[in-house]
Nanobody, 124 residues
Framework: QLQLVESGGGLVQPGGSLRLSCAAS????????IGWFRQAPGKEREGVSC????????NYADSVKGRFTISRNNAKNTVYLQMNSLKPEDTAVYYC?????????????????WGKGTLVTVSS
């Protein structure tokens, strides 16, 4: 069974950090670009960051540039999202998703596989 499983969410104070993980089972992530998306209550799902198959290309939403870092360890079949200087507006369910191919962007409506999400709450 092909699955993506997110972990690492939780409650953190403003200014704090969390590291999210996205682990794949049933397939190898080597052939996929991976994106992190988030959805806050009452809002549409939005792209946060994307990393290419090799890890050589990354991009970020303007709202998280300089605070979030995406990385991947293909040997562990896992992608990470390091989130620093968290703000209350970062509160959302965070999803990872995979798209097969040599892409440098992760189109929300074109991803092949999605995880079920992990909740991040930033609050004092």
């Amino acid at each position: 069974q092909l699955q993506l499983v997110e972990s690492g969410g939780g409650l953190v104070q403003p200014g704090g950090s969390l590291r999210l993980s996205c682990a794949a089972s049933g397939f190898t992530l080597d052939y996929y670009a991976i994106g992190w998306f988030r959805q806050a209550p009452g809002k549409e799902r939005e792209g946060v960051s994307c990393i290419s198959r090799s890890g050589g290309s990354t991009n970020y939403a303007d709202s998280v540039k300089g605070r979030f870092t995406i990385s991947r360890n293909n040997a562990k079949n896992t992608v990470y999202l390091q989130m620093n200087s968290l703000k209350p507006e970062d509160t959302a369910v965070y999803y990872c998703a995979a798209i097969r191919g040599m892409l440098r962007t992760c189109p929300r409506d074109g991803m092949d596989y999605w995880g079920k999400g992990t909740l991040v709450t930033v609050s004092s």
